[in-house]
T-cell receptor, first 116, second 112 residues
């Protein structure tokens, strides 16, 4: 069974441009999470979907970030316009219903975003 | 609010030596505790977790961690490390809100 996949693995963009990150969770996992690690800092929660609904978006840094999960399958995270401080590694994770609270989140390899 | 502190950003050890990676947390409610590991060029993997019951939990590759409520700690230990244990290790907590709160990570390097 395929794990959580993320695309692209790396993205280098200019400040002010738009970037869209994609996450495909494990099939059947209703919970989908986005996290971010800025260089040298801890991994921080961004938001949590249950199917297509946003359960918790308390970690989204500002309105330049837009996450969607249409149809409750894959998710996208758009940054528009990108700023230098958005650089970092963006992780996606998924879990089955009820498993998230027990920490059984499965992580993807991450997308490394560099904003120049 | 919860927070996690990993006191050591880097830990170098020799192969077959014991290691301890320290983790302390702060929370006003009961939490679940986890250790994740990220091997080079891979995603995060769950190494072990404490939910309830026995305070000593073990992983399949020889790591163990002990939940100490009075000291609010969840240190990770292994009696004898191998080159393949080279990775970055993350301590994390969560409550019923499901989101994970991570520490800063500890990079474990094994020298032959």
């Amino acid at each position: 069974e395929a794990g959580v996949t993320q695309f692209p693995s790396h993205s280098v963009i200019e400040k002010g441009q738009t970037v869209t990150l994609r996450c495909d969770p494990i099939s059947g996992h209703d919970n989908l999470y986005w996290y971010r690690r800025v260089m040298g800092k801890e991994i921080k929660f961004l938001l949590h979907f249950v199917k297509e609904s946003k359960q918790d978006e308390s970690g989204m840094p500002n309105n330049r970030f837009l996450a969607e999960r249409t149809g409750g399958t894959y998710s996208t995270l758009k940054v528009q316009p990108a700023e230098l401080e958005d650089s970092g590694v963006y992780f996606c994770a998924s879990s089955q219903v009820g498993a998230g609270v027990r920490g059984e989140q499965f992580f993807g390899p991450g997308t490394r975003l560099t904003v120049l | 609010a919860q927070s996690v502190t990993q006191l050591d950003s880097q830990v170098p050890v020799f192969e077959e030596a014991p290691v301890e990676l320290r983790c302390n947390y702060s929370s006003s409610v009961s939490v679940y505790l986890f250790w994740y590991v990220q091997y080079p060029n891979q995603g995060l993997q769950l190494l072990l977790k404490y939910l309830s019951g026995s305070t000593l939990v073990e992983s399949i590759n020889g790591f163990e961690a002990e939940f100490n409520k009075s000291q609010t700690s969840f240190h990770l230990r292994k009696p004898s490390v191998h080159i393949s244990d080279t990775a970055e290790y993350f301590c994390a907590v969560s409550d019923k809100a499901q989101k994970l709160v991570f520490g800063q990570g500890t990079r474990l390097t094994i020298n032959p």
